[in-house]
């Protein structure tokens, strides 16, 4: 265990059980990594730093929300550490979204394991989406253009929602390149574990409407 990232993972204020059922979390995903690859081999030895606390930054942002949403989940960040606490506080839930079968049968032995607060779903995020209501935060992690997020994802927004997504250094080219609709309102925050990284938060911009273009 990293000391630098518990270190930081206390000072979010997340209880000891939380770091004990993320204890639990590290030794399955170190069980299934060498079948599945799912970190960065060179993160792994960082767990704690790299993959824990990088998705726990995300609670300061979220305000009273509660129903949560993560798309393309992977290893389960940044959703499944979020889901963990939100597990020991019981206040509020965490949709993970996932393709890969396998990765889905990961993410719902660690869940069982820890007793996440955590619904896993296996299939594509616009079918998702279809099925599910009143959810109030949207999350990911480097996953997919943010401009195609947001499309998919438009009606959180409408309904008073909020977005937070973890993206590197290369956020400003891809909204250049990319840009989001004005229905949108985005504002940036430093990542406290990655020096290039940005939190994305994203509302529906004041005065727009599901009308407008």
């Known amino acids: 265990m990293a000391d630098s990232g518990l270190t930081l993972i206390e000072s979010f204020g997340v209880s000891r059980e939380t770091i004990g059922k993320l204890k639990i979390y590290e030794q399955i995903l170190r069980k299934w990594q060498p079948k599945m690859n799912l970190v960065s081999n060179q993160t792994l030895d960082d767990i704690w ?19 949560w949403l993560d798309i393309g989940s992977g290893a389960g960040f940044p959703g499944l550490p979020i889901a963990i606490h939100l ?13 890969d079968n396998r990765k889905c049968a990961f993410l719902r032995e660690v869940a069982r394991e820890t007793g996440a607060s955590a619904e896993i779903h296996h299939g594509d995020i616009k079918d998702v989406m279809s099925s599910l209501s009143g959810v109030d935060i949207v999350t990911s992690r480097a996953v997919g253009r943010l401009q195609i997020l947001l499309e998919w994802t438009q009606s959180v927004y409408e309904g008073g929602g909020i977005g937070l997504f973890l993206r590197g250094q290369d956020i400003d080219e891809e909204l250049t390149l990319h840009p989001i609709s004005s229905r949108f309102s985005l504002r940036f925050f430093d990542s406290v574990t990655l020096s290039s990284g940005r939190i994305v938060s994203v509302r529906r911009a004041h005065g727009s409407s599901e009308n407008k273009s």
């Open 49 to 67: 730093f790299r993959h824990f606390a990088d998705s726990l930054q995300l609670l300061k942002y979220s305000g009273k929300g509660q129903n």
């Open 87 to 99: 597990g020991e506080v019981k206040f509020g839930k965490v949709h993970l979204v996932e393709r």
